[in-house]
């Protein structure tokens, strides 16, 4: 089956600073790629998301890059807001639907 | 469409009783996951449903754990006995392929 790594586990930055999260992966057929947000007590909810034929999407402050080559994908978060601080999750979707570890992000106003 | 419904929102049950876990995935989403979630070990998944039939358990802990999907509308998780370890947030999300996943607002259990 596919197995999907997530790092870091936590991260802190500062207000303003930005922040990043990698996700690898082992199924060369796997072809979405999306990203969710929880918060403390909700349920995860999407944010972006990418599909195999596309390297790089963006949407305002946050962007996806995928490298399918490396087998690899990262969610990049530029000028941090206190709102942003939540846990992430990566997911991989090709003959399933994997989640990452997760990310507890906390921005350090 | 009201999304991905989930009930009980919290049970507290006490050790050794059946717990039963119900969701009601979007209409028209072929794809059910069930997912446990815990500090712990994080957002694990435990069995998934493709129009209506299991496709893969071995996410399921064990035998005290069953699911079924009796029609498109409907998928019940259950546990027999529960055990406190089996603590946590159980979510649902229906999936229609390639698209994002719908998850519930999850069962909070509490087994003491």
């Known amino acids: 089956g596919e197995n999907v790594e997530q790092h870091p586990s936590t991260l802190s930055v500062q207000e303003g600073d930005s922040a990043v999260i990698k996700c690898t992966y082992s199924?060369?057929?796997?072809?979405?790629f999306p990203w969710y947000k929880q918060e403390l007590g909700k349920r995860p909810q999407l944010i972006i998301d990418i599909r195999s034929n596309v390297g790089e999407k963006k949407d305002q402050r946050i962007a996806v890059t995928l490298n399918k080559t490396a087998k690899h994908f990262s969610l990049h978060i530029t000028e941090t807001q206190p709102e942003d601080s939540a846990v992430y999750f990566c997911?991989?979707?090709?003959?399933?639907?994997?989640f990452g570890t997760g990310t507890s992000l906390t921005v350090i106003p | 469409d009201a999304g991905v419904i989930q009930s009980p929102r919290h049970e507290v049950t006490e050790m050794g009783q059946e717990v039963t876990l119900r969701c009601k995935p979007i209409?028209?989403?072929?794809?059910l996951f069930w997912y446990r979630q815990t500090m712990m070990r994080g957002l694990e998944l435990l069995i998934y449903f493709n129009n209506n039939v299991p496709i893969d358990d071995s996410g399921m802990p064990e035998d005290r754990f069953s699911a079924k999907m009796p029609n498109a509308s409907f998928s019940t998780l259950k546990i027999q006995p529960s055990e406190p370890r089996d603590s946590a947030v159980y979510f649902c999300?229906?999936?229609?392929?390639?698209?994002?996943?719908?998850f519930g607002q999850g069962t909070r259990l509490t087994v003491v």
């Open positions: 199924d060369s057929a796997s072809n979405y």
């Open positions: 999300a229906s999936i229609m392929v390639g698209t994002e996943a719908f």
């Open positions: 209409s028209g989403h072929d794809y």
């Open positions: 997911a991989v979707f090709g003959n399933q639907f994997y």
